[in-house]
């Protein structure tokens, strides 16, 4: 369970970021579409799970590599923009976020279960 000041601290990264990426993440991944869709911050706020989505891309592996070659640029650009609000800019890691990929497999399945026939129930 995350304490508030936890989660105070990751929208703040995760509104900041967000910022960044639609600036200038057209410079890392032309053509894509990347979203911050969760932000994870350890206890000691040293470092920073970062949780992506991408639209238009569908190389998502190599979209992901691509933002971690970037993560030292990144991580400096959210400094300049938080630095009065943190004693230290923590380490960002950044992870595929597979949720939407999850819903439309559960989809398909409930989908193809709503369509087989239903057996008669045995009295």
Do not use: C, W
Not at 9 to 14: D, L, P, R, S
Not at 26 to 50: H, M, S, W
Not at 94 to 105: A, K, Q
Request: hydrophobic fraction near 40%.
């Amino acid at each position: 369970m995350e304490s508030k000041r936890q989660q105070k601290f990751a929208g703040v990264i995760q509104q900041d970021l967000a910022a960044i990426f639609q600036r200038e993440g057209v410079n890392y991944l032309p053509n894509t579409l990347v979203t911050i869709t969760k932000v994870r911050v350890t206890p000691d706020l040293a470092i920073a799970r970062i949780f992506l989505s991408f639209f238009g891309n569908n190389n998502l592996q190599l979209a992901l590599q691509t933002i971690k070659s970037h993560a030292s640029e990144i991580r400096y650009k959210l400094g300049a923009r938080i630095k009065d609000q943190v004693r230290i800019i923590p380490q960002l890691e950044f992870f595929v976020d597979d949720t939407s990929e999850y819903v439309e497999r559960m989809d398909k399945i409930f989908e193809k279960i709503s369509k087989e026939e239903r057996q008669p129930d045995a009295e």
